[in-house]
């Protein structure tokens, strides 16, 4: 704390909030100036705060903060996009949760990476926007993982280095990447994954927004897909994320 500077002012998106004490909340907010940090704004509750509008979760505001004892004390907040359509989709709001969760359970306190700050603030405005949001989504989650330091190797058997040919493959999580049939049965953590599905990860991971979303994604293969990257990220993590039950309760019904 004794290292902090008085004041800060930065973009930030609000995480998440939580009530503290009579009338003040306690925000998590992942600034692009200061990465991850928390936040108390006083008086927010009462009914006549200008500043409860500009604080919600999945806003992006232009913030000042003042050093407090604790925590960051919010002085000013001015809102920079409210994503509204977040607010009133439920799986707009399931997909706006799940980046948001990703993005917390991978993240530290001040550790600033201006990188992972535009990465979420661009998938929020293309959820809040685009008429299906799901590649969106997985863009994010390929793109996330190369700003992490876990981007997977797709494109080469991780043992023998042989180039992967157009056949189903293995996938191992603990080694990071694909082996190739001859390699993969050696490896008894190592999974089998459809040419397919390889297909699209190899595909996102090597493009542009704009020519991922040009990709059309069966259904079947955006399940297979999903449940993928969740395997993965319950192996980083050591644990699962909350929000994919989530929005399957929300897909069925």
């Not at 930065?10 to 306690?26: F, Q, T, Y």
């Not at 936040?39 to 232009?62: M, N, Q």
Request: net charge positive; charged share 25%; proline share 4%.
């Amino acid at each position: 704390m004794a290292s902090r500077e008085r004041s800060i002012t930065s973009e930030a998106i609000v995480l998440r909030h939580s009530d503290w004490g009579e009338a003040d909340r306690l925000l998590s907010l992942y600034t692009l100036r200061n990465g991850k940090l928390r936040a108390l704004a006083k008086g927010v509750r009462k009914i006549r705060s200008r500043k409860a509008g500009h604080l919600e979760p999945f806003t992006r505001v232009s913030l000042l903060l003042a050093s407090g004892r604790d925590f960051f004390i919010v002085t000013q907040a001015e809102m920079v996009d409210s994503y509204i359509n977040l607010r009133e989709d439920l799986q707009r709001l399931g997909y706006a949760s799940y980046v948001v969760e990703l993005l917390d359970r991978f993240t530290y306190d001040e550790d600033e990476n201006q990188g992972l700050y535009r990465l979420l603030a661009e998938t929020l405005a293309r959820i809040n926007t685009e008429a299906d949001p799901i590649s969106a989504v997985h863009y994010y989650e390929i793109r996330l993982l190369d700003q992490l330091g876990y981007r997977p190797q797709l494109f080469r058997c991780l043992q023998c280095n042989a180039e992967i040919k157009p056949v189903d493959q293995y996938i191992s999580f603990s080694q990071g990447g694909v082996l190739c049939p001859n390699c993969g049965p050696q490896s008894p953590e190592a999974s089998q994954i459809a040419m397919e599905t390889l297909k699209f990860l190899r595909h996102f991971q090597r493009s542009t927004y704009p020519e991922a979303a040009r990709a059309h994604m069966s259904p079947e293969l955006s399940y297979q897909f999903e449940r993928l990257m969740q395997q993965y990220f319950t192996y980083l993590l050591e644990r699962k994320l909350n929000t994919p039950a989530f929005l399957q309760q929300i897909k069925r019904s």
